[in-house]
């Protein structure tokens, strides 16, 4: 596998280190070896880490650095970067298993119906093929705690909306493109909402407000509607 | 020992530098849209520089101080005033208790900033008090500040023997703040990822053009409206980390801007940054206002941020002397 990555700043407090751009559980795996590497240092200067499909956000305080560093401190970081990626080539990041329970209803998954229609499959194809994979999370974004997780079956795919919702029901289960999520608030959205899990997935009383992590892998369990309605708003745990 | 919101404002939030290192959580940093203006009300009232402040836009809230209190407003003036007395900004100010804080117009800048000497007594989440709107937490409980809300404040002390009769007096010294903004125009930026693809009209019309800030502005980010930038040749990105001050190209041409409460990740071509040193300047304009961009490198753009953070470091300084100085002739703290 290419394992070569460039490293550019991103205007003045955040470098992105990017590998060959394409989804693809080797690459992702590259990133996380370093976001969990350079997790692992907590250096004071460096104030956070975002990891995506294929490359890793640094942000950085310019002022720290030049602390204890000739200037420019973008220079200073990019080439420390070069040799604490060697050494996070051997981390081994953890990796978490999760089950999640979904209802694939169509009065909790809106446009499972019209999907089925479109594709000339069956809704019980779509709650197969949807439940058949275990996906990996690549990022969190969009929301607090929005797992992006792919790929999904090639016939499942669909582009967004054309029209974005105005409120999705938090737990919400969508596609959009190769891509499916959870939106673990109410938010407008346009993505396409099959079904919905009864897991409660964000909850800032907690220490650990987000139920996902990048680099999850992640398999959907279907339920009932009674089954929903039993553990509805319990906490992920 | 509090204040007490007797109108609420268009959107007035509690905020701070903003919560780090949960970005990778999807959780972004929200915080002041302006941060030398939350460094210098701080400042003025002997706080530390990224205490929570309440940030306000227009119209923004009539507040009333339960008790005595030592503020100081920074950022824009929005013609603040007890009864018919003034109350300037960039300067320390004590209130009486009963005062009446109102802000009657906007003269200048957009987003307002108060802070009150010893802190507002509200919860932090995740090691900070900025609102993050979205999650619902931090700030205060969560959202936009709303009628009879009551903010504590940390500490009251009476300051009768120099206020006498007066609702509110000003402190005799404040901050210069002209040179820490750039004089309106042009916001300098330092090129993003994707500036090589745009077309090489395209390049010159983002530095030469102006772009006007739309109403379809908030704190999540500026929508411009400007010529509609081409690239060289279509792409398909893949989705990543972006940061505050990110200009992203929107698939009809048109710019964006992320700011405060952005988002963590966004898929549009990165084809600028605002510069750090910039960010207050440009969370300043007022929508319809127009602005240009002037490129500069990263180097640059670095040493600026940290010229600045020097110079609001040495007024800190200045502040805190002063302030203790004048606290001591009173025989208070």
Same mark, same amino acid.
């Given at each position: 596998?290419?394992?070569?990555?460039?490293?550019?700043?991103?205007?003045?407090?955040?470098? @992105?280190?990017?590998?060959?751009?394409? @989804?693809?559980?080797?690459?992702?795996?590259?990133?996380?070896?370093?976001?969990?590497?350079?997790?692992?240092?907590?250096? $004071?200067?460096?104030?956070?880490?975002?990891?995506?499909?294929?490359?890793?956000?640094?942000?950085?305080?310019?002022?720290?650095? /030049?602390?204890?560093?000739?200037?420019?401190?973008?220079?200073?970081?990019?080439?420390?970067?070069?040799?604490?990626?060697?050494?996070?080539?051997?981390?081994?990041?953890?990796?978490? /298993?999760?089950?999640? $329970?979904?209802?694939?209803?169509?009065?909790? %998954?809106?446009?499972?119906?019209?999907?089925?229609?479109?594709?000339? @499959?069956?809704?019980?194809?779509?709650?197969?093929?949807?439940?058949?994979?275990?996906?990996?999370?690549?990022?969190?974004?969009?929301?607090?705690?929005?797992?992006?997780?792919?790929?999904?079956?090639?016939?499942?795919?669909?582009?967004?909306?054309?029209?974005?919702?105005?409120?999705?029901?938090?737990?919400?289960?969508?596609?959009?493109?190769?891509?499916?999520?959870?939106?673990?608030?109410?938010?407008? %959205?346009?993505?396409?909402? @099959?079904?919905?899990?009864?897991?409660?997935?964000?909850?800032?009383?907690?220490?650990?407000?987000?139920?996902?992590?990048?680099?999850?892998?992640?398999?959907?369990? $279907?339920?009932?509607?009674?089954?929903?309605?039993?553990?509805?708003?319990?906490?992920?745990? | 020992?509090?204040?007490?919101?007797?109108?609420?404002?268009?959107?007035?939030?509690?905020?701070?530098?903003?919560?780090?290192? =949960?970005?990778?959580?999807? *959780?972004?940093?929200?915080?002041?849209?302006?941060?030398? +203006?939350?460094?210098?009300?701080?400042?003025?009232?002997?706080?530390?520089?990224?205490?929570?402040?309440?940030?306000? !836009?227009?119209?923004?809230?009539?507040?009333?101080?339960?008790?005595?209190?030592?503020?100081?407003?920074?950022?824009?003036?929005?013609?603040?005033? #007890?009864?018919?007395?003034? #109350?300037?900004?960039?300067?320390?100010?004590?209130?009486?208790?009963?005062?009446?804080?109102?802000?009657?117009?906007?003269?200048?800048?957009?987003?307002?900033?108060?802070?009150?000497?010893?802190?507002?007594? #509200?919860?932090?989440?995740?090691?900070?008090?900025?609102? !993050?709107?979205?999650?619902?937490?931090?700030?205060?409980?969560?959202?936009?500040?709303?009628?009879?809300?009551?903010?504590?404040?940390?500490?009251?002390?009476?300051?009768?023997?120099?206020?006498?009769? &007066?609702?509110?007096?000003?402190?005799?010294?404040?901050?210069?703040?002209?040179?820490? =903004?750039?004089?309106?125009?042009?916001?300098?930026?330092?090129?993003?990822?994707?500036? +090589?693809?745009?077309?090489? !009209?395209?390049?010159?019309?983002?530095?030469?053009?102006?772009?006007?800030?739309?109403?379809?502005?908030?704190?999540?980010?500026?929508?411009?409206?400007?010529? +509609?930038?081409?690239?060289?040749?279509?792409?398909?990105?893949?989705?990543?980390?972006?940061?505050?001050?990110?200009?992203?190209?929107?698939?009809?041409?048109?710019?964006?801007?992320?700011?405060?409460?952005?988002?963590?990740?966004?898929?549009?071509?990165?084809?600028? !940054? #605002? *510069?750090?040193?910039?960010?207050?300047?440009? +969370?300043?304009?007022?929508?319809?206002?127009?602005? &240009?961009?002037?490129? *500069?490198?990263?180097?640059?753009?670095?040493?600026?941020?940290?010229?600045?953070?020097?110079?609001?470091?040495?007024?800190?300084?200045?502040?805190?002397?002063?302030?203790?100085?004048?606290?001591?002739?009173?025989?208070?703290?």
């Amino acid at each position: 596998m290419n394992t070569t990555f460039s490293i550019t700043p991103l205007g003045d407090s955040a470098l @992105i280190i990017e590998w060959e751009q394409e @989804i693809s559980l080797p690459v992702h795996t590259l990133v996380m070896q370093v976001f969990h590497y350079l997790q692992s240092l907590d250096l $004071p200067y460096i104030t956070d880490l975002v990891p995506a499909y294929a490359s890793l956000t640094v942000l950085y305080s310019a002022a720290m650095i /030049r602390q204890q560093a000739p200037p420019p401190a973008f220079q200073w970081l990019t080439e420390q970067l070069y040799s604490m990626l060697q050494q996070a080539a051997a981390v081994v990041p953890p990796v978490r /298993r999760l089950q999640v $329970p979904v209802c694939y209803h169509s009065s909790l %998954g809106p446009d499972i119906t019209d999907m089925a229609h479109r594709k000339n @499959i069956s809704v019980a194809d779509i709650v197969n093929r949807h439940t058949a994979r275990t996906y990996t999370v690549y990022m969190l974004g969009f929301l607090p705690g929005f797992p992006y997780m792919g790929k999904v079956d090639d016939v499942l795919a669909t582009p967004r909306l054309k029209q974005p919702r105005l409120q999705v029901a938090a737990g919400s289960v969508g596609i959009a493109g190769e891509q499916t999520g959870i939106y673990p608030l109410a938010s407008p %959205g346009g993505w396409n909402i @099959i079904g919905r899990t009864p897991l409660r997935l964000f909850n800032a009383a907690l220490d650990e407000s987000c139920y996902f992590r990048p680099g999850d892998q992640v398999q959907f369990m $279907p339920v009932s509607l009674q089954e929903f309605n039993q553990i509805n708003g319990t906490e992920a745990r | 020992m509090s204040i007490r919101v007797l109108q609420p404002g268009l959107l007035d939030t509690i905020q701070d530098a903003g919560r780090t290192g =949960y970005q990778h959580l999807g *959780i972004n940093p929200a915080g002041a849209m302006d941060r030398i +203006a939350m460094y210098v009300a701080n400042s003025l009232v002997g706080n530390a520089p990224t205490e929570a402040v309440i940030e306000m !836009h227009f119209p923004a809230a009539a507040l009333l101080f339960e008790d005595f209190a030592m503020i100081a407003l920074s950022g824009a003036d929005l013609g603040a005033m #007890v009864n018919d007395q003034p #109350v300037p900004v960039n300067k320390p100010v004590l209130m009486t208790r009963q005062a009446v804080l109102r802000f009657t117009r906007p003269v200048s800048g957009a987003i307002c900033y108060l802070a009150v000497r010893h802190g507002l007594d #509200v919860a932090a989440w995740l090691g900070s008090y900025s609102t !993050h709107l979205k999650a619902g937490a931090g700030g205060f409980e969560g959202r936009a500040l709303q009628r009879n809300d009551v903010l504590p404040m940390r500490q009251v002390t009476p300051y009768n023997k120099f206020l006498q009769q &007066h609702l509110a007096r000003e402190l005799p010294w404040s901050i210069g703040v002209r040179d820490l =903004y750039t004089t309106g125009n042009p916001i300098r930026i330092t090129t993003g990822s994707s500036f +090589a693809l745009l077309n090489e !009209h395209a390049r010159q019309q983002l530095t030469d053009a102006a772009f006007t800030i739309t109403q379809q502005s908030d704190r999540m980010g500026f929508r411009l409206q400007g010529p +509609a930038l081409k690239l060289a040749e279509k792409t398909e990105m893949l989705s990543a980390g972006v940061t505050r001050g990110t200009i992203q190209l929107l698939p009809n041409g048109q710019l964006i801007i992320l700011m405060a409460d952005q988002q963590t990740t966004g898929g549009y071509p990165r084809l600028a !940054h #605002v *510069i750090t040193a910039d960010q207050p300047t440009l +969370a300043q304009l007022q929508t319809r206002q127009q602005l &240009h961009f002037n490129l *500069i490198t990263t180097t640059e753009a670095e040493d600026l941020l940290w010229h600045q953070e020097q110079r609001l470091q040495l007024l800190q300084n200045a502040c805190k002397l002063r302030l203790e100085e004048w606290l001591s002739q009173y025989g208070l703290h």
